[in-house]
């Protein structure tokens, strides 16, 4: 019996990372979840981009006494994913920024379309539209 290919592994599962980010995305309510799935869906396509470059047998781009390997692995990837999970981080902590920012003005991460919320923007809109001076 022959051993299951590890490239073939990686890609399921960083295939699989990228569906069930996708399916988080479309089919959950809550803020908090859509946040990690789209978290699930920047993980598959970071691991998708870094097997891009991957060469069975290569070794790392480095020259050490001026010997030069023969294969080497393809050192774009690597730079773009670093700078990809870079922009990640930031992005995501933005995002929690703001899903903490609208559940601090009353909006319900569960049912985000009630009507107490569009009360709520109401009222909030309509005192900034009077210079902010409450009704007499």
Same mark, same amino acid.
């Given at each position: 019996m022959t051993p299951p290919d590890l490239g073939a592994i990686l890609f399921s599962g960083a295939f699989g990372l990228v569906v069930i980010g996708i399916l988080g995305i479309v089919m959950s309510t809550h803020l908090v979840r859509i946040v990690l799935s789209i978290v699930?869906?920047?993980t598959g396509a970071?691991?998708?981009? =870094?097997? &891009?470059g991957y060469r069975a047998g290569a070794a790392a781009p480095?020259?050490?006494?001026? #010997?030069?390997p023969a294969a080497m692995v393809d050192p774009v990837p690597q730079?773009? #994913?670093? *700078?990809a999970i870079v922009i990640g981080v930031a992005v995501q902590a933005f =995002? =929690? *920024?703001?899903?903490?920012r609208a $559940? &601090? $003005?009353? &909006?319900? $991460?569960?049912h985000p379309g009630t009507t107490d919320n569009l009360n709520a923007k109401v009222l909030a809109s309509y005192s900034l539209?009077?210079?902010g001076r409450d009704n007499e």
């Open positions: 699930l869906l920047e970071n691991l998708l981009l =870094m097997l &891009s480095i020259i050490i006494d001026g #010997v030069i730079a773009l #994913v670093l *700078t =995002m =929690m *920024t703001l899903n903490q $559940f &601090s $003005f009353g &909006s319900d $991460f569960n539209y009077n210079g």
